[in-house]
DNA sequence: CCAGTGATACTCT
DNA sequence: GAGTATCACTGGT
């Protein structure tokens, strides 16, 4: 069942732990692709007190990080490093800037058509990666402020699964917000990122 | 290990 | 408006 935006509308920490054992879900002309969520990280909010400088909206509204601050449901895709892009879900009420990051998943449908996109990639850098969950997914800034509820994109519901907690990758530059336990994998998933 | 790549958000004028 | 440091990454040595 895909879900509905009141599946949105929680904390970026609760979002992203549920999100883990999710479907990710992309309906295309050339076909349908799925992904099993294996991991996520929290941004936004606040966490023991202290505000998480590691955000992107953490210095406010811009142009580029406005869709954090609307209605949750809905896709903050930008580019990093001039090459790749990261793919995010806003969450969390209007006006608070919460967004959950996947960053990597198992393909359950539509494999070969990923195999396609991902060239030469091998194992699990098929899918695993922020960067390569995107390109695996065929998902770039043509999708930014895109409404997960109504649109081609989507979460779906999946099984029930046990979590593991950890730090949040590559944020070395936030004062207090690489402390954070934020990120969440699927417990004994090999399909996780480096 | 490290180069590639360009939008973004700053800092000055 | 112009200049510039930085980056929630990846693929090939």
Request: aromatic fraction near 10%.
């Amino acid at each position: 069942m895909r879900w509905p935006r009141a599946d949105y509308a929680g904390s970026a920490v609760d979002t992203a732990r549920r999100l883990v054992g999710a479907h990710l879900v992309h309906e295309m002309p050339e076909g349908r692709t799925v992904l099993r969520i294996t991991e996520t990280e929290a941004y936004g909010g606040w966490y023991e007190g202290r505000p998480d400088d590691g955000a992107h909206a953490y210095r406010g509204r811009t142009a580029r990080t406005e869709v954090l601050f609307g209605e949750p449901g809905h896709a903050y895709v930008y580019l990093i490093y001039g090459m790749y892009c990261c793919f995010n879900i806003s969450c969390d009420g209007e006006g608070t800037a919460g967004c959950v990051l996947l960053r990597a998943g198992e393909p359950v449908e539509g494999e070969e058509l990923i195999r396609q996109r991902r060239g030469k990639a091998k194992g699990t850098a098929l899918t695993c990666g922020p960067g390569r969950l995107c390109l695996a997914m065929a998902i770039d800034r043509s999708l930014y402020g895109a409404d997960l509820v109504t649109g081609p994109l989507y979460v779906e519901s999946g099984t029930p699964c046990e979590i593991e907690i950890s730090r949040r990758k590559h944020i070395d530059y936030a004062t207090y917000g690489r402390e954070f336990p934020w990120r969440f994998t699927l417990k004994g998933s090999l399909w996780v990122s480096r």
